[in-house]
């Protein structure tokens, strides 16, 4: 989440990121309360069938839970280590959702930088009758020792505030079983989320067209004539060095499933800018799709490459891997000029 603006993006020690990063979130929640309803319109309409179409799951609780209960049955180890977990509101929602479908045998194990965070996962999780199921860990991942071995991991946009992502993956690898899964959704495009060039022209193209008012970003309180192409990691360790999450993957691990989506709709439906947009507005409606639709032409072509995923990845080579539309990941990788 961009936070702020900021000239000393890279001048920050690590140890202030850290503070940073904590300090961040002890007054938020779920940051994904403050998507706005056209984010919804937009992930529904044209990522959800995607997603679908290649897992048979309807959503993201289901991916990672059936993926975990495939993943403990082939493995037999119950621990699912998620990296990053925040306050754990999706842990606790995955864990509910596997006793549902009647699969009690798991520990969530939360890696977690802040302490803060780790206190609401456990509150959580006692509040539901599930604290049992938990296990917090206070960890800075950049250098994370595991003390356990894991049937099955997890990253919830959480990669993308990594600085040792080559550590990582590689203890990461190391941890899992050799049948264990690594599930994750996140964001690869630029660092600190920036628009490569070509995807920038675009945006900037369209952006002399819109209404004054749908050009300020409610976070940052910038309005201007061009699109700002703002880099967020200059606080904490936000997108830190998200283009190298895919390419670093592909070295450490190998893919079962995986779905790239997200360029040009971004800052049109994320939290800077897609409060102007109401999803019930049929304009609103079309100028999205209209987008999103340009988007997958350019993807196709080559000429873009998305800037989020889901994957299933595994430590060993997979026989039949499930790609969207016969697109690798080899092939979606945006190579830095």
């Not at 702020?4 to 300090?23: G, M, N, T």
Request: charged share 25%; proline share 5%.
């Amino acid at each position: 989440m961009c936070a702020e603006l900021r000239s000393d993006a890279r001048e920050a020690s690590h140890e202030q990121r850290v503070s940073e990063q904590i300090r961040q979130y002890e007054e938020k929640g779920n940051m994904h309360d403050e998507l706005s309803g056209i984010f919804d319109f937009w992930s529904q309409t044209f990522i959800r069938p995607r997603i679908t179409e290649v897992t048979g799951h309807h959503n993201h609780i289901d991916i990672y839970a059936h993926a975990f209960i495939e993943s403990i049955k082939a493995t037999g180890n119950p621990n699912i280590g998620s990296i990053g977990s925040g306050d754990g509101g999706l842990e606790n929602t995955i864990a509910r959702h596997m006793i549902h479908l009647g699969f009690p045998d798991f520990k969530f194990v939360l890696l977690e930088l802040s302490p803060i965070q780790n206190a609401r996962a456990m509150e959580t999780a006692r509040e539901g009758g599930i604290g049992d199921k938990f296990v917090p860990l206070e960890v800075d991942l950049n250098n994370w020792v595991p003390d356990r071995k894991f049937g099955a991991m997890m990253a919830h946009h959480a990669l993308h505030h990594i600085v040792e992502l080559e550590k990582l993956f590689e203890t990461t690898r190391n941890a899992m079983e050799d049948e264990a899964s690594f599930v994750t959704f996140d964001v690869i495009g630029r660092n600190g989320h920036m628009r490569w060039p070509e995807a920038y022209k675009i945006i900037n193209a369209i952006w002399k067209f819109l209404p004054p008012e749908s050009r300020t970003h409610l976070q940052l309180n910038y309005n201007g004539e061009d699109f700002l192409n703002h880099d967020c990691s200059g606080e904490g360790f936000e997108g830190i060095r998200a283009q190298d999450i895919l390419p670093l993957l592909l070295r450490y691990f190998h893919f079962d499933t995986f779905i790239g989506w997200g360029n040009l709709a971004e800052p049109f439906v994320d939290r800077g800018y897609g409060h102007h947009y109401n999803a019930n507005n049929p304009r609103d409606a079309a100028f999205i799709t209209f987008i999103e639709e340009l988007n997958e032409i350019l993807t196709d072509l080559g000429y873009l490459k998305p800037t989020q995923i889901y994957a299933r990845l595994r430590k060993q080579p997979v026989e039949k891997p499930k790609f969207y539309k016969g697109r690798t990941p080899e092939s979606m990788i945006r190579v830095p000029d």
